[in-house]
């Protein structure tokens, strides 16, 4: 329900924000922090100094030193800050316009608090239940399309894209493995909250759409895509002259522009939106197609 000043016209209604894929200085603080604050959680992966629970158990207590040796390690780009020692970027530095800071470092931060983080003895409740929670809020208090999942990895969000869940059903029924698989790869690979996998996702998704003009093992190629054309037209000539041409379409995209091929001569890809349409589009069409399958 709406508050009292918009319900009686003395102001405008805030307008509904897209989520964004951004994280901006500000954002980028309160996400470390609340990894720090977790921090604790993950010292059973090197020897620090012991403390006294509330209960009087011991547990470790965050050792900088050898947790930044570690992220030097594992996440060589997460910011860093004087004397090479990384940190969030900071009040002083957020009024720069010249601060760089890898953004899915950050979430690959995120990553390696969750699932390394144990439960300390005198906690009452699962910490990633709290760290899940609390990065989930800031996602969505920023307006950001990303979630930290059960699995512990972070995934983007589609907005309005009904299709990504609905094929995640539908994928269940197909029996061939080879096209099963693909199909989850390139979905998983399209949820990475780094926009460079979906070339990648794409790719694997041409993969599968090529794999499955082969769904019917006792037929050639074309046979089986004819039947499979066939069958979702349900002997309706206008839809079956519509899947033909789509059929086709999609397989001279996956050979003109580099998806499946390489060579010098491929059309590049170089906008992301484009990859968006592609990856949707050929989907679309797989999403139909496995529903017609014998």
Partial sequence: ???????????????????????????????????????????????????????????????????????????????????????????????????????????????????????????????????????????????????????????????????LSEVEITINVVEEHGIKGLLNESIRLFKRPNPNSHNLAVDKLWDAFERLKSYYSTLNKRESAEKIIKNMSNAQSEFEKLFNEEFAALTKIGNDFRIRHHELNKIDITDEKHYAYFFNRCLSLIATAIQYLE
């Fill in 1 to 163: 329900m709406s508050l009292y000043t918009v319900r009686n016209g003395m102001r405008t209604p805030i307008a509904e924000f897209s989520l964004s894929s951004k994280i901006d200085v500000d954002t980028y603080n309160r996400l470390f922090s609340c990894c720090r604050k977790y921090c604790n959680h993950i010292n059973h992966m090197f020897s620090g100094a012991v403390k006294l629970g509330r209960d009087n158990s011991n547990y470790l207590t965050s050792d900088d030193d050898r947790l930044m040796a570690i992220l030097d390690r594992e996440i060589p780009n997460l910011y860093k800050r004087k004397y090479g020692k990384k940190m969030r970027p900071g009040i002083i530095l957020s009024k720069r316009q010249d601060v760089e800071y890898d953004q899915y470092a950050l979430l690959d931060f995120i990553e390696f608090v969750s699932r390394n983080m144990v439960d300390c003895e005198d906690d009452s409740c699962n910490c990633f239940s709290g760290f899940k929670d609390s990065v989930n809020g800031i996602f969505n208090d920023f307006k950001l399309c990303f979630t930290l999942t059960d699995s512990k990895q972070i995934e983007r969000i589609y907005e309005d894209n009904v299709l």
